[in-house]
């Protein structure tokens, strides 16, 4: 089955630690991208990355961290730096960043819980 | 003024009644606009795509973007129970900025 598969689906963290969370694709998207989502609000861009070693900073990057080392994989780490972790978080992929036609697919999400 | 506005709900109708959803925009450097739907707790899913003025149909759904207003809707005609969800409008400027969400929505289908 083509898609996108985040792991894993529900994580729990203490305060102070850090997390991180799986994104993988094999539609062979060039751009992958990590949004935030709170309760009653639509989603927020946190980073993105166009090409393998390369990403950007979003609308809310601060206390996160991201990695492309492979095409099909863009892991998110959530830092102690990040003072309200706890979010849904969903990982989306599109062919190529900002050409017609080019839409964004998500994937199920994980759900991050702070105690 | 938030970049992109969208009212919550929730919004109750009747099984059959054809279903409006709107947002207005005040960016006008987007260029591209979607609508996903998003059951409770699961990622959201590709509705429709657009990227000019006008309107855009795919079966029980109508989407119309009005770039002089800043203003799209989405139209669900022969609403179903299982179109019960959270619709999302989302847009971009291109590039590559990724998407500005609404809030998104709630949309309940009474039987």
């Known amino acids: 089955d083509g898609g996108i598969t985040q792991s894993p689906k529900y994580l729990f963290r203490k305060e102070g630690q850090n997390v991180t969370l799986s994104c993988e694709q094999n539609?062979?998207?060039?751009?992958m991208y990590w949004y935030r989502q709170d309760p009653g609000q639509g989603l927020r861009l946190i980073y993105y990355?166009?090409?393998?070693?390369?990403?950007q900073k979003g609308d809310i990057a601060e206390g996160y961290s991201v990695s492309r080392e492979k095409k099909e994989s863009f892991p998110l780490t959530v830092t102690s730096a990040q003072k309200n972790p706890t979010a849904f978080y969903l990982c989306?992929?599109?062919?190529?960043?900002?050409?017609?036609?080019?839409?964004?697919?998500f994937g199920p999400g994980t759900r991050l819980t702070v105690l | 003024q938030k970049e992109v506005e969208q009212d919550p709900g929730p919004l109750s109708v009747p099984e059959g009644a054809i279903v409006s959803l709107n947002c207005t925009y005040s960016n006008s450097a987007f260029q591209y606009f979607m609508w996903y739907r998003q059951y409770s707790r699961k990622g959201p899913e590709l509705l429709m795509y657009t990227y000019s003025s006008g309107n855009k149909e795919d079966g029980r759904f109508t989407a119309q973007v009005d770039k002089s207003s800043k203003y799209i809707s989405l139209f669900i005609r022969d609403s179903q129970p299982s179109d019960s969800a959270t619709y999302l409008c989302a847009m971009m400027r291109g590039g590559a900025d990724g998407l500005t969400f609404g809030k998104g929505t709630h949309l309940i289908i009474q039987p």
């Open positions: 989306a992929s599109s062919m190529t960043s900002g050409s017609i036609g080019d839409t964004q697919y």
């Open positions: 539609l062979n998207h060039d751009a």
């Open positions: 990355s166009q090409i393998v070693n390369d990403f």
